[in-house]
């Protein structure tokens, strides 16, 4: 069991209110109103270009949809023609609801202008992204998460019992793992969603990630409880999320590289760090978010980019890091990991968990890393990996689990089993 890894399990009054301020959060009345009222004005101003397109013909929406089906084309002829024809009707629906969606003309036209009004106007944001204060942003499954009641411990797809079979699959073949859930940003900047109301004296912790982190302590599953630490940082007077996406500053993951760090070593006994073997550079890298991407606005209407530091990882002799084969740690990750190593991502390269990890470690370190899904997603990688080369993990000491706490309640937790040897 690491030190970091108690949970806390009799929350503050005060987190219990501000959970529950948040769940009880509804839009007004006049408030209503009004966005029906824009809803409708955009809708209608869109309508005429789409009903142009109609009328010549030039419109998805007018395009033939499904032929229906007749006794003589159904299999079983009439006996079967009634199924037939209520899955020619979902055929239908869905074929409406796709042109609708993805190839409209009028979805196409409004949807920017109509977010634009909603943003700016009323500082609304749509299904996926919640608006907050100072133009801040947050995830709207990161709301969920936090909201959610989980069923009790035990169920089928249970994290903990995945979590805890996963760590005995690795110790058979002679590795030790370390689970590192992260915390959604709502966590750590509840302020930052809905004001002073909201400021809490601990972490917001959902129901979820407290059962996780309990079970997790019985089985003696070794693991980083990371939300005591970012909030720590955020009580101190420094932000640990980005303002317009769902991730971490870089001086928030850098702390949780070189919390890592120190874990791993009295965790394992991995060989000796060389502080010369890896070098770090200041630089600054810029991005507008992941959130504001889902917001699907018109370029000239998003907001700003955000600017912040990053320390990329170098070799020692220039050359770029890069993830080590047969490294005595192996970092499996979602896009937490990723932010700041995947250019891809909008915020540079070179930086991520994985190489500011090796960077605090002086070791090499091995990476397997995926945007989303991060319950299974390396997992299903690393599985893989084994089938096709079964001395995959030879040279592994220790495997961290880096996943986002939000995986708890929406992520697919069924049980991959290992290649045997």
Request: glycine share 10%; with cysteine.
């Amino acid at each position: 069991m690491t030190t970091t890894g108690r949970a806390i399990l009799d929350p503050h009054a005060r987190e219990r209110e501000a959970r529950e301020e948040m769940a009880r959060t509804r839009v007004g009345t006049g408030v209503t109103s009004v966005l029906v009222g824009v809803a409708l004005l955009v809708l209608l101003a869109g309508c005429l270009p789409e009903l142009l397109a109609m009328a010549g013909g030039r419109s998805a929406l007018t395009a033939p949809l499904p032929t229906a089906p007749t006794p003589e084309s159904t299999p079983g002829g009439l006996l079967a023609g009634p199924a037939a024809r209520v899955d020619h009707a979902v055929r239908v629906a869905r074929e409406i609801e796709r042109r609708f969606g993805e190839e409209s003309r009028l979805a196409r036209a409004i949807r920017p202008w109509g977010q634009r009004v909603l943003l700016r106007g009323l500082r609304y944001g749509n299904e996926e992204v919640y608006t907050g204060r100072d133009g801040w942003l947050h995830f709207r499954a990161d709301f969920d998460h936090l909201t959610r009641t989980p069923p009790a411990p035990g169920f089928d797809g249970d994290p903990a019992a995945v979590i805890e079979a996963w760590r005995d699959a690795l110790a058979a073949r002679g590795v030790a793992l370390l689970v590192v859930p992260t915390p959604v940003k709502l966590t750590i900047e509840p302020d930052s969603f809905a004001g002073q109301s909201l400021t809490a004296l601990a972490p917001i912790r959902s129901t979820a990630d407290r059962q996780l982190l309990a079970a997790l302590e019985r089985a003696e599953v070794p693991f980083v409880d990371l939300a005591q630490r970012l909030f720590d940082l955020r009580a101190g007077g420094r932000h640990a999320y980005l303002e317009r996406d769902t991730h971490w500053l870089p001086e928030a993951m850098d702390s949780v590289a070189r919390t890592v760090a120190v874990e791993l070593r009295g965790l394992v006994e991995l060989p000796p760090g060389d502080p010369e073997r890896f070098r770090a550079t200041a630089t600054t890298a810029a991005g507008r978010g992941d959130l504001t991407a889902l917001l699907g606005l018109r370029p000239e209407d998003e907001p700003p980019v955000q600017q912040v530091a990053v320390q990329p990882v170098w070799l020692a002799d220039g050359g770029a890091w890069r993830p080590e084969r047969g490294a005595p740690v192996l970092l499996l990750g979602d896009s937490f990991s990723a932010i700041y190593a995947l250019p891809e991502l909008g915020w540079g390269s070179g930086a991520g968990l994985a190489d500011r990890l090796a960077f605090h470690l002086g070791l090499p370190v091995d990476r397997l890393v995926r945007n989303a899904g991060g319950a299974s997603a390396t997992r299903t990688l690393l599985a893989a990996e084994l089938a096709r080369e079964p001395k995959r993990l030879d040279g592994v000491q220790v495997v961290v689990w880096q996943f986002a706490a939000r995986e708890l309640t929406g992520g697919d937790w069924r049980r991959i089993e290992l290649p045997t040897d």
